[in-house]
T-cell receptor, first 115, second 116 residues
Framework: AQSVTQLDSQVPVFEEAPVELRCNYSSSVSVYLFWYVQYPNQGLQLLLK??????LVESINGFEAEFNKSQTSFHLRKPSVHISDTAEYFCAVSDQSGGYQKVTFGTGTKLQVIP | DTEVTQTPKHLVMGMTNKKSLKCEQHMGHRAMYWYKQKAKKPPELMFVYSYEKLSINESVPSRFSPECPNSSLLNLHLHALQPEDSALYLC???????????????FGPGTRLTVL
């Protein structure tokens, strides 16, 4: 069985400061990893994903995440946050165990950017 | 285009009402999903459709009835709901049920359901 741990339920950070949102996973098979962002009263938007290849993946709005197999982590980082980054961020993992794609979400981290 | 649309955006219904939620995608995806999300919680999988056939039902009560009329449409029929069913209902789609980039699920904006 797979699981995802997001240790920080809330992360307050000042505008233009760097931020790291932590994500650790466990799975007995190869996995694909995702970060989704959810703005207030909206659905989930795919932020970035790791399927294979380069372990560093980037989004179009300045976020990046690095897949670390030995530490089973997929932390999300941004060097300088903006007010508009205030949202809930979900880390997710999917694998093929059980014969179908099963996506498991972490409990989410609320990023609060302080002006 | 990675758009999944859902209607309505908001729905208020009584416990004796019958209503339906609609989801549509035109990306040629062959897997579609319904999730339920309570406030401050991650989405919980309800149903998975693969090639228009129900492949996964995560022990969802029968008052929720999914339907996949064609490869682009997914409905969720609601009947005799309870107040605790109030939540954000999210639809998602992916290219295949398993394998490669087909594992990426794209979500719609959701329907905010309130059961009185």
């Amino acid at each position: 069985a797979q699981s995802v741990t997001q240790l920080d339920s809330q992360v307050p950070v000042f505008e233009e400061a760097p931020v790291e949102l932590r994500c650790n996973y466990s799975s007995s098979v190869s996995v694909y990893l995702f970060w989704y962002v959810q703005y207030p009263n909206q659905g989930l938007q795919l932020l970035l994903k790791y399927l294979s290849g380069s372990t560093l993946v980037e989004s179009i709005n300045g976020f990046e995440a690095e897949f670390n197999k030995s530490q089973t982590s997929f932390h999300l980082r941004k060097p300088s946050v903006h007010i508009s980054d205030t949202a809930e961020y979900f880390c997710a993992v999917s694998d093929q165990s059980g014969g179908y794609q099963k996506v498991t979400f972490g409990t989410g981290t609320k990023l609060q950017v302080i002006p | 285009d990675t758009e999944v649309t859902q209607t309505p955006k908001h729905l208020v219904m009584g416990m004796t009402n019958k209503k339906s939620l609609k989801c549509e995608q035109h990306m040629g995806h062959r897997a579609m999903y319904w999730y339920k999300q309570k406030a401050k919680k991650p989405p919980e999988l309800m149903f998975v459709y693969s090639y228009e056939k129900l492949s996964i039902n995560e022990s969802v009560p029968s008052r929720f009835s999914p339907e996949c009329p064609n490869s682009s449409l997914l409905n969720l029929h609601l009947h005799a709901l309870q107040p605790e069913d109030s939540a954000l209902y999210l639809c998602a789609s992916s290219q295949y049920v398993s394998g490669g980039d087909g594992d990426t699920q794209y979500f719609g904006p959701g329907t905010r359901l309130t059961v009185l």
